[in-house]
């Protein structure tokens, strides 16, 4: 067990030090901050000295190693345009992107799992093909055109549900959330269901899926013989063996979900990673970009660091195969 954590955690951090090394690359070649940070008329002396404080006069694998070695310890510089740590940036919209991610998630799994049980139990009702019909808007339609659909619904025609902004917020710290004010549940419906829909008809064709797989093993078979009732079947035994692959792909989906949240953000004008992401996108705020694209690939890499050890744990087989000397690709 040991072996095995030590190995993904050793190709844990090779991936991020890929990671920041693309991402460190590519920024360089998206244009000079130091336009966004000066106005025209400033002398040449003048953005020489900003340049050397910013250390971008360093030669490029110093400024990597730089880099990380502050990343390391959640330095991620200066931002270019607010001249603010990054750190502190980030940890002012964090809680808005994770609250939109967990309620997004929470309304995907809950319906998705709902849904995939009933189209799987009643794949010919009437009602089941209509749902299967109907989730294929969830999967074409682009996250954009669904926010925008949903704002012209529910904002402009029915104006129920604010379009944008995150509502009325409670502080714990330096945590923020709108969980507990009623502006801020209703700010929070239009985004998490824009984000949360396609994941949600992507768990439920899952959900269909192994339902349909497992009513037509052998076990199945014998409960029925048993005289088990069809809802100690579906629900005692089915569902159990059903959800066992849709958790480990909700789990890789949350990662998805906080990576993806950036349409959603601006879309909704939602104060969160995404739209901060965004926004510094158009001033060339290279340090913040980096942070993010190193948080967001932080958060995949930890989910599937999870995901492999609960497979190790599970599975047996695997762990015969390590300790034969193979490895689990």
């Given at each position: 067990?040991?072996?095995?954590?030590?190995?993904?955690?050793?190709?844990?951090?090779?991936?991020?030090?890929?990671?920041?090394?693309?991402?460190?690359i590519l920024f360089r070649f998206a244009g000079d901050p130091i336009n966004a940070m000066v106005g025209q008329?400033?002398?040449?002396?003048?953005?020489?000295?900003?340049?050397?404080?910013?250390?971008?006069?360093?030669?490029?694998?110093?400024?990597?190693?730089?880099?990380?070695?502050?990343?390391?310890?959640?330095?991620?510089?200066?931002?270019?345009?607010?001249?603010?740590?990054?750190?502190?940036?980030?940890?002012?919209?964090?809680?808005?992107?994770?609250?939109?991610?967990?309620?997004?998630?929470?309304?995907?799994?809950?319906?998705?799992?709902?849904?995939?049980?009933?189209?799987?139990?009643?794949?010919?009702?009437?009602?089941?093909?209509?749902?299967?019909?109907?989730?294929?808007?969830?999967?074409?339609?682009?996250?954009?055109?669904?926010?925008?659909?949903?704002?012209?619904?529910?904002?402009?025609?029915?104006?129920?549900?604010?379009?944008?902004?995150?509502?009325?917020?409670?502080?714990?710290?330096?945590?923020?959330?709108?969980?507990?004010?009623?502006?801020?549940?209703?700010?929070?419906?239009?985004?998490?269901?824009?984000?949360?829909?396609?994941?949600?008809?992507?768990?439920?064709?899952?959900?269909?899926?192994?339902?349909?797989?497992?009513?037509?093993?052998?076990?199945?078979?014998?409960?029925?013989?048993?005289?088990?009732?069809?809802?100690?079947?579906?629900?005692?035994?089915?569902?159990?063996?059903?959800?066992?692959?849709?958790?480990?792909?909700?789990?890789?989906?949350?990662?998805?979900?906080?990576?993806?949240?950036?349409?959603?953000?601006?879309?909704?004008s939602w104060p969160g990673l995404g739209l901060l992401f965004i926004q510094s996108v158009g001033v060339v705020?290279?340090?913040?970009?980096?942070?993010?694209?190193?948080?967001?690939?932080?958060?995949?890499?930890?989910?599937?660091?999870?995901?492999?050890?609960?497979?190790?744990?599970?599975?047996?087989?695997?762990?015969?195969?390590?300790?034969?000397?193979?490895?689990?690709?």
């Open positions: 067990m040991l072996a095995f954590v030590i190995k993904r955690l050793g190709q844990a951090v090779v991936v991020m030090l890929a990671v920041a090394f693309i991402a460190f008329d400033t002398p040449p002396e003048a953005r020489e000295k900003l340049r050397v404080e910013l250390g971008l006069t360093a030669p490029m694998p110093v400024q990597f190693a730089n880099f990380v070695g502050r990343a390391v310890t959640g330095d991620f510089g200066l931002s270019y345009r607010q001249g603010r740590p990054v750190s502190t940036l980030i940890k002012e919209r964090l809680p808005a992107t994770l609250e939109l991610a967990l309620v997004a998630c929470a309304f995907a799994l809950t319906l998705g799992v709902i849904f995939g049980v009933y189209t799987g139990i009643h794949k010919k009702s009437f009602l089941s093909r209509f749902v299967m019909v109907t989730s294929l808007v969830g999967i074409s339609l682009p996250t954009f055109l669904t926010g925008i659909f949903l704002i012209l619904i529910f904002s402009v025609w029915l104006p129920w549900l604010p379009a944008y902004g995150r509502g009325d917020v409670i502080k714990f710290g330096w945590w923020s959330t709108g969980l507990f004010t009623a502006s801020g549940l209703k700010a929070i419906v239009l985004p998490a269901i824009t984000l949360g829909l396609f994941q949600m008809t992507l768990i439920m064709r899952l959900v269909r899926s192994e339902m349909l797989e497992v009513l037509r093993t052998d076990y199945i078979k014998f409960a029925r013989a048993r005289g088990l009732s069809q809802r100690a079947i579906h629900f005692g035994h089915a569902l159990k063996n059903t959800l066992v692959p849709v958790m480990t792909i909700t789990g890789l989906q949350l990662g998805s979900i906080i990576a993806f949240s950036i349409i959603t953000e601006t879309v909704f705020d290279i340090p913040v970009m980096a942070a993010y694209l190193i948080l967001i690939a932080g958060m995949f890499v930890v989910i599937n660091l999870i995901v492999d050890i609960l497979y190790f744990v599970v599975d047996p087989r695997l762990r015969g195969t390590v300790g034969g000397g193979g490895g689990h690709g």
